[in-house]
């Protein structure tokens, strides 16, 4: 039983060991373990203030990269929209050309139907011209082939041109 209560002498050399040991604690060693925590707790503060002002700037950069993507979107509609007006212009512009061509293309081939025409008319009056002198060739000939017929002829014309 002596184990479990202790004497009175021991208990007052526990208390001056112990006393010794807090009054040597307290020189040497309390005040740099309190700088090294309030060191530790100073270097935590501000990693936490660093990592709340990185979180803001993160938040804020976000905010910055929407804003910037959606005037990106905005910017591509706009030139998207330009360039389908502008298709649009173009395809316009080239199908009144591709008109004004054909009408040009059709008017030239209707002066050169007509002069063809013409020239083919002309040709036909010169061809009918040519078979009516022929005819009219064969003809007096056939007429004029006896002596009398000649005489009756040439004073026929004779006097036609004294009536002129």
Do not use: C, H
């Amino acid at each position: 039983m002596d184990l479990i209560s202790p004497d009175l002498g021991l208990i007052i050399w526990q208390t001056i060991g112990f006393g010794i040991l807090f009054l040597v604690l307290a020189k040497y060693a309390w005040k740099p373990i309190l700088s090294a925590l309030e060191e530790r707790e100073g270097s935590i503060e501000e990693a936490l203030s660093t990592a709340e002002k990185a979180r803001a700037e993160m938040a804020s950069l976000v905010s910055e990269n929407e804003k910037l993507l959606q005037e990106a979107r905005i910017e591509r509609d706009q030139i998207l929209k330009t360039a389908n007006e502008n298709a649009v212009k173009i395809i316009d512009q080239a199908k009144g050309e591709a008109s004004k061509e054909a009408t040009r293309l059709i008017e030239e081939a209707k002066a050169v139907i007509q002069t063809e025409k013409e020239a083919a008319l002309t040709d036909v009056k010169i061809k009918v011209a040519e078979l009516s002198l022929l005819v009219a060739e064969k003809l007096l000939r056939a007429q004029l082939s006896n002596e009398p017929s000649q005489k009756a002829l040439v004073e026929k014309f004779v006097d036609e041109i004294k009536l002129n």
